[in-house]
């Protein structure tokens, strides 16, 4: 295992320094025959917010679900804090310390506000930290607190959009990927929600943030990679992201 | 009015076997969407554990005749075991497999499983039906005109503890919330840690668990088991799970009651020949006209 890991670090030059949280190495994945990424690499240092940014179908969400295990990549490797995880399950991953908030707020809407948070910590077992933890994200969502009896079915889209974060941090992450987390959320409620998510990373975990909401995601990230059909485009920090031609026209809508 | 009564405690006795049979079928169609057409046979052989077991203190001990209470519970227990260890035999080699394949696939591999362990008791037992020894005493406790066997008691009150076991089981423990979350959503559940594979198992095992203390006790109230005696109460619960609109645990719950309670009403006015085609009719009816079940909402809570 150990063997493995070192290798898997090894090799890629071009994906900055070696001590990577989590590295894509050429990672290839999609649905069958199809494929949605082909050959992406890429890094997430520790304490990072990266943002991957690119229209509707350039791979983004794939490339989260095949870090998060619900892919396996047809080629490729991915390792996380020196590990090989690309052959590994995706519950296991989540023990591992990445946890994924799925897009289109994947809440389990039959179930109970409460009860979804505490799936979140379904693989932990410590219940004191565990109940710290709800109150921490309690905290965090108070509009979350006042409906823990409810089923998650009822709540509107922004709560929907809360829960799925709250529930994602209640696995205590090292790493967290949130995919679209403004989809569909008034402008008020995407501030509310990247306010939230600088918290969550200066509270300590790192995160990989999917969004088409480039103007957001690049002041939020410190760093960004741009997708097109399945590839890194471009690779920068969020400023020079901001100020490239590329980023301007095609992803904040500026002549 | 006695009349009635009798009725409606008939319709609870056989209505309870319908609703713990029904829960197997509900739970495995939650997490899978597939009927499981073997889950009848499950009960079957729990019905065959229960007489092998008891058959077995009758010849070498005076067990049975002084306490009653162990052997029965030995029996059910044991029945318990054999249906869950057949269940996840067939959940790992006849569906499994198929998980990925077209719906239709692992609902023909059922039947096969199905066919498949009924002609194996069929052989087993040389096509002759095994007689319970008496466990219970064959009188009835009268008040009025109203009969009530002992052992109808027994499988009544036995019925609900099972219902109320189980309805705590998926409400509270944290099996109980795997099994609803994989049900709603297998990949985010998968993404919660949960062990998906690990949870369709163990929706089998409880469903199964359930068919096999149901078998016994069947088998004890009708005295008999035989090979085929899987299929009638087998589609029966899963006429009551359709009813109850299937998916949904207290759906399944309330279909077999209200299926056996109808049932023993029917038989007042059409007689008992003609319950079982009561039961279908209310099963092609419902599909007709209210698939998603008599109790459950157009956009079902699959709880």
């Known amino acids: 295992m150990s063997g493995e890991a070192t290798s898997a670090v090894a090799p890629s030059a071009s994906a900055g320094a070696p001590s990577a949280h989590l590295r894509l190495d050429g990672v290839v994945s999609g649905y069958g025959q199809i494929k949605a990424i082909k050959g992406i690499s890429l890094h997430v240092e520790t304490g990072e917010v990266v943002a991957l940014i690119g229209a509707n179908g350039a791979g983004k969400s794939t490339t989260l679900r095949t870090i998060s295990g619900l892919l396996r990549p047809s080629a490729g490797e991915i390792s996380f804090e020196g590990k090989r995880i690309d ?33 979140g910590a379904y693989q932990r077992n410590a219940r004191a930290e565990i109940e710290q933890d709800l109150e921490r994200v309690l905290t965090l969502f108070p509009r979350l ?3 823990v009896k409810q089923d998650g079915g009822t709540l509107s889209g922004g709560e929907q959009q809360m829960l799925a974060i709250a529930r994602a941090l209640m696995a205590r992450p090292r790493l967290l990927l949130l995919d679209e987390p403004s989809m569909g959320l008034s402008p008020v409620l995407v501030e509310t929600i990247f306010r939230t998510v600088i918290e969550i990373n200066r509270a300590g975990t790192t995160i990989l943030l999917v969004e088409q909401n480039a103007a957001m995601a690049l002041q939020v990230a410190r760093r960004g990679y741009v997708l097109e059909s399945g590839a890194v485009a471009l690779e920068a920090s969020a400023a020079e992201l901001r100020a490239s031609d590329l980023v301007r026209k095609t992803y904040l809508g500026e002549a | 009015m006695q009349e009635w009564i009798q009725l409606l405690i008939d319709g609870i006795t056989i209505g309870g076997v319908y609703a713990v049979i029904a829960l197997g079928y509900t739970l495995v169609y939650g997490v899978l969407r ?12 729990g019905a065959f554990t229960g007489y092998y077991t008891l058959n077995g203190f009758e010849k070498h001990s005076s067990l049975n005749d002084s306490v009653p209470v162990l052997t029965i519970a030995i029996a059910i227990v044991l029945g318990m075991v054999v249906a869950v260890t057949l269940a996840l035999v067939m959940e790992r080699i006849a569906y499994r497999p198929l998980r990925r394949a077209p719906r239709l696939a692992p609902l023909i591999s059922a039947i096969g499983v199905s066919i498949l362990l009924r002609n194996i008791m069929l052989r087993a037992t040389n096509a002759q039906g095994k007689v319970y020894p008496k466990v219970f005493p064959r009188t009835a406790v009268e008040i009025g005109e109203i009969r009530l066997l002992y052992v109808q008691i027994f499988l009544i009150v036995l019925s609900f503890v099972f219902l109320g076991l189980l309805y705590l089981f998926i409400q509270r423990t944290k099996a109980g919330v795997a099994i609803r979350a994989v049900a709603e959503d297998r990949d985010t559940a998968s993404l919660m840690g949960i062990n998906v594979d690990r949870t369709i198992m163990t929706t089998f095992a409880v469903g199964a668990a359930l068919a096999g203390a149901a ?11 035989t090979s085929g005696m899987g299929f009638i109460p087998g589609i029966k619960a899963f006429t009551a799970a359709v009813l109850g609109g299937i998916g949904s645990v207290p759906g399944a719950m309330a279909g077999g009651y209200f299926l056996g309670i109808s049932e023993a009403i029917s038989t007042k006015f059409f007689g008992a020949q003609y319950k079982d085609v009561v039961a279908f009719v209310l099963l092609v009816a419902v599909l007709i006209f209210r698939p998603w079940g008599l109790f459950g909402k157009r956009e079902d809570k699959r709880a």
């Open chain 1, 87 to 119: 052959r590994v399950a995706a519950h296991d991953i989540v023990r591992m310390g990445i946890s994924h908030a799925p897009e289109g707020r994947a809440i389990f809407g039959r179930l109970s506000v409460l009860e979804n948070l505490r799936l």
């Open chain 2, 215 to 225: 078998g016994v006790v069947y088998g004890m109230f009708v005295t008999t088991a």
């Open chain 1, 145 to 147: 607190r006042e409906r």
């Open chain 2, 34 to 45: 597939m009927i499981n057409f073997a889950h009848g046979e499950l009960f079957m052989m």
